[in-house]
């Protein structure tokens, strides 16, 4: 079964770090670009960054450039965002996902809580 | 960016009749390879979004026909020919053609 399931959200200060991690199964890791998307509780839903196969091409949305960073590690078969300086509006549930050819965004994870608050 | 503008942003309907969502984009999404890049998701009450319809009008794997997209361009829009139950939630379309990738707000769906 293809899965992915995100973990290391929580409960972190204005202006501090947390990393978010995104564990795959069920597919050979290597051979997909990945996403990461996130939704403010209750409110809609916003691409936040992708990364292509081998980690060489990477996008972010502009509100979080120069502050998050994704990544991957192929060896583990796993998806990183790496989130620093972070704002009170960036508190929301972080999905990622598979990128299938045509773009498809298949299987999305559970999601993993962000709360940015002192 | 590019803007996708829904409507409705709910819909109440009778289970059994048909339900309608459109969608706008404030750029076509037609790409030079021939291809629109055009999405609609659901999120159903509690859960992570599901892929329904990529590229306009493909029904992803294991969508009911009862769904159907259609639309070039600029202008898409999403039918469910007879609503169930099991429909509810919130539909969201995305464009996928030009960075950064952007949803619509969103049309929730419920049952009468």
């Known amino acids: 079964e293809v899965q992915v399931v995100e973990f290391g959200g929580g409960l972190v200060q204005p202006g501090g770090s947390l990393r978010l991690s995104c564990a795959t199964s069920?597919?050979?890791?290597?051979?997909?670009?990945m996403t990461w998307v996130r939704q403010v509780p209750g409110k809609g839903l916003e691409w936040v960054a992708n990364i292509n196969q081998d980690g060489s091409e990477k996008y972010h949305v502009d509100s979080v450039k120069g502050r998050f960073t994704i990544s991957r590690d192929n060896a583990k078969n796993l998806l990183y965002l790496q989130m620093d300086s972070l704002r009170v509006e960036d508190t929301a549930n972080y999905y990622c996902a598979r990128v299938t050819p045509k773009s498809k965004f298949d299987p999305w994870g559970q999601g993993t809580l962000v709360t940015v608050s002192s | 960016d590019i803007v996708m503008t829904q409507t409705p942003l709910s819909l109440s309907v009778t289970p059994g009749q048909p339900a309608s969502i459109s969608c706008k984009s404030s750029?076509?999404?037609?790409?030079?390879?021939?291809?629109?890049?055009f999405y609609w998701y659901l999120q159903k009450p509690g859960q992570s979004p599901q892929l329904l319809i990529y590229e306009i009008s493909n029904r992803f794997s294991g969508v009911p026909d009862r769904f159907s997209g259609s639309g070039s361009g600029t202008d898409f829009t999403l039918k469910i020919s007879r609503v169930e139950a099991e429909d509810v939630g919130i539909y969201y379309c995305m464009q996928s053609i030009q960075l950064p990738w952007t949803f619509g707000l969103g049309t929730k769906v419920e049952i009468k």
């Open positions: 069920g597919f050979t890791f290597s051979q997909y670009w």
């Open positions: 750029q076509s999404l037609l790409h030079t390879d021939g291809k629109t890049y």
